[in-house]
């Protein structure tokens, strides 16, 4: 069974600073897909970024970007030139690729982020 | 505009009752699934669903129930044998894999409370 884990329960940053959030993950699969979601106070989940595993590059989404480390199953998420609005809670997520058909996605239990001014 | 839809956004529930949660997109997606969120915590799978009229129980399954007699549609009952439903449920749904853009969708959720 995949499992997902978040080591930090909550951090903090300063606003216009860069903060990283870490996420390993525990898998015997070797096509699957890693997420960062951001659920907001208002409990939407809003998808950040997200990482194909058979990619080596890292992805990036203008000021996020995370560090996929495969051999180590780490993910971590990397957000630069913090804004207030990046407070929020943030969740790491894994799925299985499966071919024409879909998978669940499973959570960690997430890492809360507050940006101070 | 293209979307999933939770209703009703927050409801209440006596002991002994059940309740049915909605949930519809018109994403024209394949696959649809209901999370469960406790305070503080991350979500847990309760059922999912790739196909109309197929569902699979996923890790807190028992208490809950759901039907998918229609594509756009997986609402979700929360049985009496629920002794603890007081969460914040999100629906979500995705396109199949093999498309290359696999990601979760998710409405904005259903508190619901015991009265």
């Known amino acids: 069974a995949q499992t997902v884990t978040q080591s930090q329960p909550e951090m903090s940053v300063q606003e216009a600073e860069t903060v990283t959030l870490s996420c390993t993950y525990d898998t015997s699969e070797s096509n699957y897909y890693l997420f960062w979601y951001k659920q907001p106070p208002s409990r939407q989940m809003i998808l950040v970024i997200r990482?194909?595993?058979?990619?080596?590059q890292n992805a990036t989404e203008n000021r996020f970007s995370v560090n996929f480390q495969k051999a180590a199953k780490s993910f971590s998420l990397k957000i630069s030139d913090s804004q207030l609005g990046d407070t929020a809670m943030y969740f790491c997520a894994f799925m299985k690729r499966r071919y024409l058909n879909t998978d669940k996605l499973i959570f960690g239990t997430g890492t809360r982020l507050q940006v101070f001014p | 505009d293209g979307g999933i839809t939770q209703s009703p956004k927050y409801l209440f529930r006596k002991e002994g009752q059940n309740v049915t949660l909605s949930c519809e997109q018109n994403?024209?997606?394949?696959?649809m699934y209901w999370y469960r969120q406790d305070p503080g915590q991350g979500l847990r799978l309760i059922y999912y669903s790739q196909i109309v009229n197929d569902f699979q129980k996923g890790d807190i399954a028992e208490g809950y129930s759901v039907s998918r007699e229609k594509k756009e549609s997986f609402p979700l009952t929360v049985t009496s044998a629920q002794k603890n439903p007081t969460a914040f449920y999100l629906c979500?749904?995705?396109?199949?894999?093999?498309?290359?853009?696999?990601?979760?969708?998710f409405g904005s959720g259903t508190q619901l409370s015991v009265l």
């Open positions: 979500a749904s995705s396109i199949l894999l093999g498309q290359q853009n696999e990601k979760l969708f």
């Open positions: 990482q194909e595993a058979y990619k080596q």
């Open positions: 994403l024209n997606h394949d696959a």
